[in-house]
């Protein structure tokens, strides 16, 4: 389990760590008891940060997330500070996703069983850069 985030690009250096924060504790919340968001926590503690543009791109990324992906555990932030505009979204990705999206990076062939959710998911992160 690793958990991304989406963050606004106009909260640069330390601050994206800390909206990916405020985001992962906006999941812990919004899911008490949840045992993939559990074993996360306990187990996995990965944060992955994206750069997801700004605040209207991560509005459209937000709907785009609860419709065609509603069955991950998806949770968003937004800074009181900034206006309430929305700094980090937090996604809990499963292994299966992630390992795909490695091999969409290196140009591997993606195996033909793969479910069409997960490969949809593998797809959409590997459209965001790594947060700099």
């Known amino acids: 389990m690793r958990l991304y985030f989406f963050n606004n ?5 330390i601050q994206a760590g800390i909206q990916a ?7 812990m919340v919004k899911y008490p008891g949840n045992e ?3 074993d996360w926590a306990t187990n ?3 944060f992955i940060i ?7 791109s991560l509005e459209v990324l937000y709907q785009e997330l609860m419709i065609k992906h509603s069955t991950y555990s998806l949770a968003a932030f937004r800074e009181p500070g900034a206006n ?3 700094t980090s979204l937090a996604v809990l990705v499963p292994e ?3 390992t795909l999206v490695a091999l969409l990076r290196h140009d591997i062939d993606v195996p033909e069983d793969t479910p069409a959710e997960t ?3 593998a797809k959409l992160l590997n459209t965001y850069g790594l947060f700099r």
């Open 96 to 98: 299966p996703v992630y």
């Open 50 to 56: 994206l750069n997801g543009g700004d605040h209207m």
């Open 21 to 27: 924060g405020h985001a992962a504790v906006e999941l």
């Open 44 to 46: 996995h503690k990965t």
């Open 119 to 121: 490969l949809l998911m």
């Open 9 to 13: 690009m106009y909260f640069p250096g």
């Open 84 to 86: 309430d505009c929305l």
């Open 36 to 38: 993939e968001v559990l």
